[in-house]
């Protein structure tokens, strides 16, 4: 009786033991879900934020264009400001691409393994293409600060000069 009664209880163990084990599989895997869920979520937050900071570094860059031309009519030589926005466009394609290949490369990352070492790879993709779009507003900066330096042999004699005199006295 006592052998029979030892191997009951050790087949109500076995049995609790396979419950649990089930139960706890099955919340990892919907915490997975979930965390997957989270990184999609986190990535296309980053994408749209990525994609609007290249739409505004394409509209700066065109403004700086159009200010070229504005200044070359006018009679001033922008050699420098030209080559510093062909940089800067130049860069600015390397950032759309990074992000167009960033996107591609989260689409196979989002089925594959362990959502931790999901997200430290989504992280990094992101960083490349966030490291991108600085070095891209930095071309466009150095581009505006040759404009100025290169623009004002076209300033004319009425234009205000910085600073503020008062006027003379009676």
């Known amino acids: ?19 649990i084990q089930g139960k706890s599989e099955e919340l990892k895997g919907r915490l997975d879900e979930k965390r997957l869920k989270n990184i999609a ?3 296309d937050r980053m994408v ?6 290249l739409e505004r570094e394409k509209k700066l860059a065109d403004r700086i264009e159009a200010r070229i031309k504005k200044f070359e009519g006018k ?6 400001a030209k080559k510093n926005l062909e940089e800067a466009r130049a860069a600015w394609k390397n ?3 990074a992000l167009m290949d960033a996107k591609s490369k989260f689409e196979t990352l989002k089925t594959a393994g362990e959502p931790k070492a999901v997200f430290v790879e989504v992280k ?19 581009a505006i600060i040759s404009l100025k330096g290169d623009s004002s042999a076209v300033r004319s004699d009425k234009a205000p000069k910085k600073g503020w005199t008062a006027p003379a006295s009676q």
């Open 41 to 43: 979520g986190y990535f």
């Open 95 to 97: 950032a759309q691409k």
């Open 75 to 80: 009679g001033a030589k922008l050699d420098e």
């Open 124 to 142: 990094k993709l992101v960083k490349d293409v966030v490291d991108l779009v600085k070095k891209t507003h930095a071309l466009m900066v150095k």
């Open 1 to 19: 009786i006592r052998q029979e009664f030892k191997r009951e209880r050790q087949e109500l163990r076995e049995e609790v033991r396979t419950k």
């Open 48 to 53: 749209r934020r990525l994609e609007a900071a």
